[in-house]
């Protein structure tokens, strides 16, 4: 509520501007109208609505467009379907790819990496959710190649790093890494982090930032079944997880005893599991809007395969990650990841931080109270709104949390 003291002066209204506000308004609302559809796919206008809604908060997805043009790219999506979607945004990825060619040969390095970084989120918004046609394939691989190069140009740039993975067959051979070191930081602490089912190493750069700007080193990678993971979300998939920490802990240039770890969406499911096969190995891990069990009953699963925050494919972006084919595989990859029948729950388990919105409709906030009803103490900070809880001050409440655990002026397990 607004005091006297701080309130803002209304002036009189201009001729017109009156009007002019009103169809503001009733723009915003006809977004939150998009925003609000559940237990059914959206049209293409509900998903134009729902997207601008998410591009007028700076939330992901969106948050990869530029707030001023992304408005007239979301208004010429021509549709939904894998062809025009992937090659609408395919094509405005390469134009602006073009420019950050020209610029990189006149040796604008500042500009050519602002304009690989806008390449780069459009291809991102081209393979979005997740590469399953062709056009978003690649998509996908423009995205990767542009955000590399972006990042050449940065104060603290990344270093792309491939280790060997020994996967099974028909498995991939080799993982991923983006790493970054804080400026002028000596054996920097290190978090390991991934994201969820759309949400790919690629889209770590914020938390990243905010971790460097706190002298904590970042190695991004891929969540499991996803961009350049070598496996499928297959149960014990934490084996990609655990050879990532495994060279961690090899390398000089990191403090290897304090490594913390941050899953992000479906990814926190895989933190909450490292952080109970693996306590004496992580200084904290962050569970940031993932499930435990509830998230993988049936009822769930049917009940979320349309939720309002998702924008389209929920279903078709979960199945491409378990390796699942048609609805019984999916209903039963889910089924089989629950922590609980697993019996990890009641291990002793490392420092863990539970985080996501109080409406979350993707991961049922249940799963957080049994976490806090097993096993060892848990800290927990749930916030308004849907999936991730996400405000301002999400991230910086993960990030402050995080660095402290790594640093050793956190809670122990």
């Excluded at 601008?52 to 908060?57: D, G």
């Excluded at 997805?61 to 021509?78: C, F, K, R, S, T």
């Excluded at 609980?340 to 002793?348: A, R």
Aim: glycine content about 12%; hydrophobic content about 40%.
């Amino acid at each position: 509520m607004m005091t006297k003291r701080n309130a803002v002066q209304r002036q009189p209204e201009a001729p017109g501007h009156g009007c002019a506000t009103r169809v503001m308004e009733t723009r915003v609302n006809d977004m939150l109208k998009g925003a609000k559809v559940s237990g059914r796919p959206k049209s293409l206008q509900e998903a134009k609505e729902w997207m601008l809604a998410k591009l007028a908060a700076r939330n992901h997805p969106m948050n990869a467009l530029p707030a001023d043009e992304g408005i007239e790219w979301i208004q010429g999506v021509p549709g939904l379907d894998g062809e025009s979607w992937g090659s609408y945004w395919e094509q405005l990825g390469a134009q602006v790819s073009l420019q950050a060619d020209v610029a990189e040969q006149g040796g604008d390095g500042r500009l050519a990496s602002a304009l690989y970084q806008k390449a780069s989120g459009l291809y991102f918004m081209g393979r979005f959710p997740c590469p399953n046609h062709p056009a978003k394939q690649r998509c996908a691989a423009a995205e990767r190649q542009a955000y590399i190069q972006g990042a050449r140009h940065w104060k603290e740039p990344i270093r792309r790093v491939v280790i060997p993975f020994r996967g099974r067959e028909a498995e991939g051979k080799e993982i991923v890494l983006l790493v970054r070191m804080p400026a002028g930081v000596e054996r920097p602490p290190v978090v390991v982090m991934w994201g969820g089912v759309d949400a790919y190493k690629e889209q770590m750069t914020a938390a990243s930032d905010a971790f460097l700007a706190q002298g904590v080193a970042t190695v991004a990678m891929d969540n499991a079944g996803t961009g350049e993971s070598p496996v499928r979300g297959v149960p014990d998939a934490e084996r990609q997880f655990i050879a990532a920490f495994d060279w961690v802990e090899r390398q000089a240039e990191f403090r290897g005893a304090r490594v913390g770890c941050l899953g992000r969406s479906f990814g926190g499911y895989w933190a909450t599991k490292l952080a109970h096969l693996m306590p004496e190995r992580l200084a904290g891990c962050v569970n940031w809007g993932g499930g435990a069990h509830h998230m993988f009953q049936p009822e769930w699963v049917e009940a979320s395969r349309y939720p309002d925050s998702y924008l389209m494919e929920l279903v078709e972006t979960r199945s491409l990650m378990l390796g699942a084919t048609d609805d019984s595989e999916y209903l039963g990859g889910f089924k089989r990841l629950s922590l609980l029948d697993q019996g990890v729950l009641e291990q002793p388990c490392a420092p863990l931080l539970l985080v996501n919105g109080k409406e979350d409709r993707q991961c049922p906030v249940e799963d957080i109270s049994l976490l806090i009803g097993s096993g060892s103490p848990k800290t927990v900070r749930l916030f308004p709104g849907g999936h991730m809880g996400l405000t301002p001050q999400t991230l910086p409440t993960i990030v402050d949390w995080l660095c402290k655990q790594v640093k050793g002026q956190g809670v122990r397990s």
